[in-house]
């Protein structure tokens, strides 16, 4: 594997994630609890697709065959997209898409403190500009943690429930590819391995605040990252590419 | 009037009177956004760098650069968005933060270097009565560059501009 196809990979992995999350988040559109969080979730999916946008517009230039970011995004199919499995999580209930939040965002706040000082200027610009809506959607997750962990029995109860479903898929966060060696080697990438145990101190410091136990399984389900998915993947994708694939080159 | 050749602050000139889409009370050049232009024998290329990585308005902005540019017989040009250094609230002057806030929007307070963990001790002072006793609704508002706050003086409801 090239430098070059490293930070291809890398930069898909990252957008993809963020391209997921947006699509997820995006659900919430007019059927927000209140309001207010309707608003929320749709600003936080906004965040979401910009960057993505960046990350995938960024990956078409790296790979050098003139791919667009709404190429990648709208054309590629199930096995070659690399977000991590929790991103494609369904939304669930609100207590399951503020877990899901939290345990996303958390990771994203130190993943993207480390790309802010990348060797790549392009990727740390990029993070430059996402650590700082990452604070806002880390600190709107745990708010909420509070007052759903603090709140009713029923709320601290379906909190409970997610973090419980949602804790397996957390692992894949962490793990390094070939690619992602390559790229921590350039100082390009970020060590995810190194981030494990201050991510669990946060979470677990959040959670704790909230009146929610941590999990104790400690298995781990993963694949995402190199293309194998969950059966969440291909009704996203039904949905998400639908306009493209029926009306190729469609715009507004 | 079409001129020939222009000079890079003539240009930047022309583009610093074109308004943010949002707010139309600031300029570009006001909020930090127009960075630079650059004149080459390939033609003139603007650095813009977005406010927000999904900005709604970066679109719109781009075809104002664009058509203001094709008026005044500059045909070649184009827009880089540039990221580093990244678009900060800091950017903005004390005159800037005047105009938003007699817009009716409260003005970002703080550097979003500091104190982000806790943004509920920031003082943020409801723009139509000048109190301090107000209140955050929500850290998401209108638009991804605003927080919703209400006043407990005059209780009105109103936009603060978050710190970035
Ligand atoms: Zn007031």
């Given at each position: 594997m090239t430098k070059q196809e490293a930070l291809y990979q890398y930069l898909l992995q990252l957008g993809d994630n963020a391209l997921i999350q947006s699509h997820r988040l995006s659900e919430w559109c007019s059927k927000g609890p209140i309001l207010e969080e309707d608003l929320a979730l749709t600003n936080i999916a906004l965040d979401y697709i910009g960057r993505a946008q960046n990350l995938l517009h960024y990956a078409g230039e790296v790979e050098g065959?003139?791919?667009s970011a709404d190429q990648l995004a709208y054309r590629?199919?199930?096995?070659q997209y690399y977000n991590n499995l929790i991103a494609e999580m369904?939304?669930?209930d609100f207590a399951f898409t503020i877990a899901k939040q939290l345990l996303i965002s958390t990771y994203e706040l130190l993943l993207y403190t480390e790309l802010?000082?990348?060797?790549?200027e392009t990727l740390a610009g990029i993070a430059g500009k996402a650590i700082k809506e990452v604070r806002y959607h880390w600190t709107h997750s745990r708010d909420w943690c509070y007052r759903l962990g603090k709140g009713t029995v029923l709320s601290n109860e379906l909190l409970q429930q997610a973090v419980n479903d949602l804790w397996m898929y957390?692992?894949?966060?962490?793990e390094m590819g070939a690619e992602e060696e390559l790229m921590l080697k350039e100082v390009?990438?970020?060590?995810?391995?190194?981030?494990q145990n201050k991510w669990l101190e946060m979470v677990e410091t959040v959670l704790s605040d909230s009146n929610i136990k941590i999990p104790t399984a400690t298995y781990n389900q993963s694949g995402g990252r190199k293309?194998?998915?969950?059966?969440?993947m291909g009704h996203i994708l039904s949905e998400m590419q639908y306009l493209q694939r029926a009306y190729p080159e469609a715009i507004w | 009037m079409v001129k020939e050749s222009y000079l890079r602050e003539e240009i930047l000139a022309l583009l610093?009177?074109?308004?943010?889409?949002?707010?139309?009370?600031?300029t570009i050049e006001e909020m930090g956004m127009l960075r630079d232009v650059i004149l080459s024998d390939k033609g003139c290329e603007i650095l813009l760098t977005p406010t927000?990585?999904?900005?709604?308005?970066m679109g719109i902005i781009e075809q104002d650069i664009l058509s203001t540019l094709k008026e005044a017989g500059i045909d070649n040009a184009k827009v880089t968005m540039v990221f580093a250094p990244a678009w900060t609230t800091?950017?903005?002057s004390e005159t800037t933060k005047e105009k938003l806030i007699r817009f009716g929007i409260a003005a970002p307070?703080?550097?979003?270097?500091?104190?982000w963990l806790s943004p509920k001790n920031v003082e943020v002072k409801c723009?139509?009565?000048?109190?301090?006793?107000t209140k955050l609704i929500?850290?998401?508002?209108?638009?991804?560059?605003k927080a919703l706050y209400s006043c407990n003086h005059c209780h009105e409801p109103f936009d603060y501009f978050k710190c970035h």
């Open positions: 065959k003139g791919q590629r199919p199930e096995h369904p939304k669930g802010c000082h990348s060797k790549d957390t692992g894949e966060q962490f390009i990438g970020c060590d995810n391995k190194a981030l293309g194998i998915h969950t059966e969440n | 610093s009177e074109i308004k943010d889409p949002e707010i139309p009370v600031v927000y990585t999904a900005c709604p308005a800091d950017w903005m307070v703080h550097s979003s270097c500091s104190n723009p139509k009565c000048e109190s301090t006793d929500s850290q998401f508002g209108s638009t991804a560059c």
